[in-house]
T-cell receptor
Framework: EAQVTQNPRYLITVTGKKLTVTCSQN?????MSWYRQDPGLGLRQIYY???????DKGDVPEGYKVSRKEKRNFPLILESPSPNQTSLYFC????????????FGNGTRLTVT | DAKTTQPNSMESNEEEPVHLPCNHS???????IHWYRQLPSQGPEYVIH???SNVNNRMASLAIAEDRKSSTLILHRATLRDAAVYYC?????????????FGTGTRLQVFP
């Protein structure tokens, strides 16, 4: 089954403790992206990648890192999480091109205390 | 970056048609118009997309204005399962940039 898999689904952590949220897709998509969703602010793009070793900032990249060493994986790294990064995170993937639909994961709810 | 504007919320009764508008006055000539919806507690899911001509699929229809500065997602007969947040976004065909802006979408309520 074609899918985007995020792990974990829920994560509670403390300020400053490094964490990684994983994202994997099995559709051989070149494009992958991370979004955060907060009440009243909609979906905001954090980082995106158009192929292996190619990443670029979205609208809200501060406090996050990403890497794209393999085509199928696009982990989101929070080196020193802070409470304002408490949010619902979504990973998405697609083929390149304007007419390619995005496929989203089921989300990761992160709480930083 | 091209942006879209949508109403915050809309309401409909079950089995009635729903027309969800989206304004994208800064659209470029090659941007595709995509629609996604997000059901409660789920990730967004693809609904439909188009470039210039109106499009139909099993989920919905997409009507695109002649000047492409606006579009309308049409749900022909709303069901309770269509209650969701609907997002309209623009996607460039050029491979050097793909910074997608979702915004806050339109929350559709469907009443029985």
């Amino acid at each position: 089954e074609a899918q985007v898999t995020q792990n974990p689904r829920y994560l509670i952590t403390v300020t400053g403790k490094k964490l990684t949220v994983t994202c994997s897709q099995n559709m051989n998509h070149e494009y992958m992206s991370w979004y955060r969703q907060d009440p009243g602010l909609g979906l905001r793009q954090i980082y995106y990648s158009m192929n292996v070793e190619v990443t670029d900032k979205g609208d809200v990249p501060e406090g996050y890192k990403v890497s794209r060493k393999e085509k199928r994986n696009f982990p989101l790294i929070l080196e020193s999480p802070s409470p304002n990064q408490t949010s619902l995170y979504f990973c998405a993937s697609s083929l390149l091109g304007g007419d390619s639909p995005l496929h989203f994961g089921n989300g990761t709810r992160l709480t930083v205390t | 970056d091209a942006k879209t504007t949508q109403p915050n919320s809309m309401e409909s009764n079950e089995e009635e048609p729903v027309h969800l508008p989206c304004n994208h006055s800064t659209i470029s000539g090659t941007d595709y118009i995509h629609w996604y919806r997000q059901l409660p507690s789920q990730g967004p899911e693809y609904v439909i997309h188009g470039l210039t001509s109106n499009v139909n699929n099993r989920m919905a229809s997409l009507a695109i204005a002649e000047d492409r500065k606006s579009s309308t997602l049409i749900l022909h007969r709303a069901t309770l399962r269509d209650a969701a947040v609907y997002y309209c976004i623009l996607r460039s065909p050029f491979y050097n940039t793909d910074k997608l802006i979702f915004g806050t979408g339109t929350r559709l309520q469907v009443f029985p």
